[in-house]
């Protein structure tokens, strides 16, 4: 399947990241939410501050829960049209907003951004606020 959009955050920011992901399928829009991942939505429910404490914990190079995240988001962020940031975001989808560049993404940046990034020039468009990219869609 191929997506419009594919949707970066971090997991302690799940419920801004299913509120933009609700927002652009209403507008029509095909979105990836690796919290809709076969290997993630059974811990959606579960506290975002938890979840992500034990992840952390987790064996980045050999635990296969890792692996397979990592699998499912770098095949959907291929089929993606467009990379969405929805800060704030950590380390990982850092990395990913690098690997959407890379692969000739449009690149979107929502949320405020205070200090300067130089690398943030890897984004097109900026947004404040879900609403206002919202509001700027056809």
Not at 31 to 60: G, H, Q, T
Not at 83 to 90: S, Y
Request: charged residues 30%.
């Amino acid at each position: 399947m191929k997506f419009q959009y594919f949707v970066a955050s971090r997991w302690r920011n799940r419920d801004q990241v299913l509120e933009l992901v609700k927002k652009l399928r209403n507008k029509g829009k095909t979105v990836y939410c690796f919290f809709e991942s076969s290997i993630v939505a059974n811990r959606i429910n579960n506290n975002p501050e938890e979840e992500m404490k034990l992840f952390e914990k987790l064996d980045w190079q050999n635990d296969q829960f890792v692996k397979e995240v990592f699998k499912n988001d770098m095949e959907a962020e291929k089929k993606s049209e467009q990379f969405i940031m929805l800060l704030p975001a950590g380390k990982s989808v850092h990395i990913e907003a690098g690997v959407a560049y890379g692969l000739g993404k449009k690149c979107i940046l929502i949320g405020e951004q205070r200090e300067a990034e130089s690398l943030y020039q890897i984004f097109s468009e900026y947004y404040p606020t879900i609403d206002d990219f919202i509001t700027s869609l056809k």
